[in-house]
């Protein structure tokens, strides 16, 4: 009767012979693996008894490029860099144009946001995240019903 096969995906479908098709395929061919390698800010968070120490790996960024800021409660690290190169040799030019861009915030709950402190040394940003005093907890204890 019928085959069970998804509509577009049998042995012959006119998806195989699509034009485009065979773009798609060689984008992700010749891409695969491309946001792996340039994946947004890999960050790391430790907890240090009386803050946390937030480490963002910015590599290639001048401190220059690197924003950070604070609304509604959230940190915002946001950098961007832009590189023209340009070469003359004989009647050879080459001209490159790189740009590159990320933003990533995080929650601030449970932070002394006045005590925030940042420095940018060798590509990696170092912030140091102080915790919020905590309110004395009460002991517990029963009450005695009269």
Do not use: W
Request: glycine residues 6%.
């Amino acid at each position: 009767m019928f085959d069970l096969v998804p509509f577009g995906r049998g042995p012959l479908s006119n998806r195989d012979r699509d034009l485009f098709d065979y773009f798609d395929k060689m984008d992700r061919a010749f891409f695969r693996g491309f946001e792996k390698e340039f994946s947004p800010c890999r960050t790391d968070v430790l907890d240090q008894g009386g803050h946390y120490l937030l480490q963002a790996e910015l590599p290639g960024f001048q401190k220059e490029d690197i924003k950070l800021s604070i609304e509604h409660n959230m940190l915002t690290i946001s950098a961007e860099h832009r590189e023209d190169k340009e070469e003359k040799k004989d009647s050879f030019v080459r001209r490159e144009r790189h740009y590159g861009a990320f933003s990533r915030s995080f929650d601030l709950d449970g932070i002394d946001v006045q005590g925030i402190d940042a420095k940018y040394e060798n590509g990696i940003l170092e912030l140091k995240l102080p915790k919020l005093a905590q309110p004395p907890v009460p002991p517990s204890r029963q009450i005695e019903i009269k």
